[in-house]
């Protein structure tokens, strides 16, 4: 498996390298487990930016650069610096003789401070980007909302809304992992929980757990699993009333996968959200969040 | 007390001095008429101290009570440390390797894998480093055809071997070093081949140049 992460959103790309197919024996009869399994994946999407520092961090971070500084030695272009600031001031004393200078070249014609300055010219253009994105939830051109990554300068205030509160987006909360949460039908009622389907005779759990992906209703979502084991179990057993013999209970397995490509944003449907760790308790199930979040790392 | 001890030092010290010499002695030879064959005073056998002046000589050699070691050759070829196989279970050697422009954000977190990793309890086979390439950023000038130089970059690359991964543990190794991923460094996993081996040397053109010249 190849996989290669680069920073900005993240690219995964992979080549599965030899997938051992299933061999299903034929004529043994394997016995049948009361047991119904299904495969679930816990889809991520991974952070963009480094979080914030906290305040000893911050205070150590400025500590340390401070000593380093103080440590360190003149780079090139400071000694240029200070060559270029002893020439000028050899030339303006009265005393100057030209033919003992030796012969710069380029260094004469272009100071290391024009460098500088024209380097701090093109620092100024630069704007760098925004850590929290803003939804502009009305825009003043078109009816309908429109995403954008830097807020024009003369947008009321009242219009905007922090992205990370719209827990559909895929843009929220940089700084953390989210987790893909859906809503599904599980025997009759509505549960919000990782998205699962149920395995059939013939296929690896893992071939379950990219179907169950495959058949969410968003579209575009690329992903890449991480190996073939699954990272975690959640055992559900029936209440007693609707027990019968070959139906006592189902086994969730889960896979990661990660976000590789999150397609075109698609129209938010009520049944996906994209959420962080702290979130997930308003919405699992308190039994399975317990099993859920010995995996899902927050770190 | 102490005065009658002092006395008895001066005079008897001597005494005894004299007589474990000449038991020593007399112990020497018995043992030189037993094996004939001349034993150097310095390696004796372990059990015997060979005295020079004082009783105490030689009482803090531990040297000879070590293993004897084979001489250390100075240049020792780089051997390659054996490619294991996929199995059912685990992965073969895998190579992590990290790269980028900022050479501290890449030690640290080759650092931090290496760490990591033997942590977990998973065995890492090697860890080196592949040599620097220089990038120059050349811009087009803005009035002019000539290219001048911007900046310079250096890609530097780390490599981490592990010699062999348990696959329920590479969905949680490569979620974390996921999650831990420093801005501005990529992160890669492939097999390691003789291929990537061969690749860390630099090639000898005279060599090949005489070698040639032999088979000619």
């Not at chain 1, 169950?212 to 968003?218: E, G, I, R, T």
């Not at chain 1, 699993?225 to 009333?241: E, I, W």
Request: net charge neutral; with cysteine; glycine share 4%.
């Amino acid at each position: 498996m190849t996989a290669v992460g680069s920073a900005g959103f993240r690219h995964l790309s992979s080549t599965s390298v030899c997938r051992v197919t299933l061999q299903t024996k034929s004529g043994t009869e394997k016995p049948s487990s009361p047991w119904t399994l299904m495969a679930a994946v816990c889809l991520q999407r991974l952070p963009v930016i480094s979080a914030d520092c906290s305040p000893i961090e911050q205070q150590f971070r400025q500590m340390m650069q401070r000593m380093e500084l103080e440590k360190s030695l003149l780079s090139d272009h400071e000694l240029r610096l200070l060559e270029d600031s002893e020439r000028i001031s050899r030339k303006q004393a009265d005393d100057y003789d030209s033919d003992e200078e030796e012969n710069r070249g380029d260094q004469e014609i272009v100071l290391a401070q024009d460098l500088e300055d024209s380097w701090e010219q093109k620092l100024q253009k630069f704007q760098p980007g925004l850590r929290v994105n803003v939804c502009v939830k009305s825009s003043r051109h078109s009816g309908e909302g429109v995403r954008a990554r830097s807020v024009p300068a003369d947008a009321p205030l009242s219009c905007l809304a922090d992205a990370d509160e719209d827990l559909t987006s895929l843009e929220r909360c940089l700084a953390d992992p989210l987790v893909l949460v859906a809503e599904q039908q599980v025997g009759g009622d509505k549960l919000w929980l990782l998205p699962q389907t149920r395995w059939q005779e013939g296929e690896t759990l893992r071939q379950t757990a990219e179907r169950a992906l495959a058949s969410l209703p968003a579209a575009g979502l690329k992903a890449t699993f991480l190996g073939n084991a699954p990272c975690g179990v959640y055992k559900y057993k029936l209440p007693k009333a609707a027990r019968t013999e070959s139906a006592v209970g189902t086994k969730v397995f889960f896979f990661k996968a990660i976000l590789s490509d999150g397609g075109a944003p698609a129209a938010p449907s009520a049944s996906l959200l994209w959420a962080k760790k702290s979130e997930l308790q308003r919405y699992l199930k308190p039994a399975y969040m317990m099993k859920v979040e010995r995996f899902v790392l927050a770190l | 007390m102490f005065l009658r001890s002092v006395c008895w030092s001066k005079a008897d010290f001597l005494l005894l001095q004299v007589t474990r010499q000449a038991f020593v002695l007399q112990r020497a030879l018995a043992s030189c008429r037993a094996t004939p064959s001349l034993q150097h005073p310095a390696c004796a056998s372990v059990n015997e101290r060979q005295y020079r002046t004082m009783p105490t000589h030689g009482i803090g050699r531990w040297r000879h009570l070590l293993p004897k070691e084979a001489p250390k050759k100075k240049k020792d070829k780089l051997q390659m440390k054996e490619i294991l196989a996929e199995t059912d279970t685990a992965y073969g050697s895998l190579n992590v390797t990290v790269s980028g422009y900022d050479m501290t954000l890449v030690e640290h977190y080759s650092q931090y894998i290496h760490n990591l990793c033997n942590r977990l309890g998973i065995k890492v086979a090697d860890s080196y480093i592949l040599p620097t390439k220089t990038t120059e950023v050349m811009l087009m000038q803005e009035q002019g055809t000539k290219m001048f130089v911007d900046a310079v970059l250096k890609t530097h690359e780390r490599v981490v071997q592990l010699s062999s991964l348990e696959a329920a543990a590479c969905p949680v190794l490569l979620d974390v070093l996921l999650q831990n991923q420093p801005e501005g460094v990529e992160l890669s996993v492939s097999e390691h081949t003789e291929a990537h081996f061969q690749a860390r040397f630099k090639g000898r053109p005279e060599l090949e140049g005489l070698i040639a010249q032999l088979t000619y």
